[in-house]
């Protein structure tokens, strides 16, 4: 499994640090949702799903959390910490959000508005699906 992080530009003086972050030249793809997660409470996970089509970036802009990636064959746990730092996160990817700091914010940029007939959320429905689709 192939994890790509990006590593966004800050720029930045004394009074202090801006990321700019455009579609297509920062983000591989055209961004059509943006939101945000915040006041995730102790040792709560978040995700548990996979989607079809739709691809994301994370990025951790506050705080730090852990984010597992599983593809159906192999997972990996991957630390965001930076706020400058984004994980691109492929469809037909299982993901977790876990172990937030108690100041996280985590902003995800997505390539599709919501469509829920997009998420797969049972993780042996998902099984099958990347089964279906790598044959």
Known sequence: ????????QPHGDERGQLVALEEVKDIPFHVKRVY????????????????RNLEQILVCIHGSCKVLLDNGHEKKIVPLEKPYEGLYVSNAMWREM????????LLVLASELYDESDYIRDYDEFLKYIGENND
């Open 98 to 105: 876990y172990d937030f700091s108690s100041d996280a914010v």
């Open 36 to 51: 945000f997660m915040y006041d995730t409470g102790e040792g709560v996970r978040r995700g548990f799903h996979a989607h």
């Open 1 to 8: 499994m192939q994890i790509i992080k990006y590593m966004f």
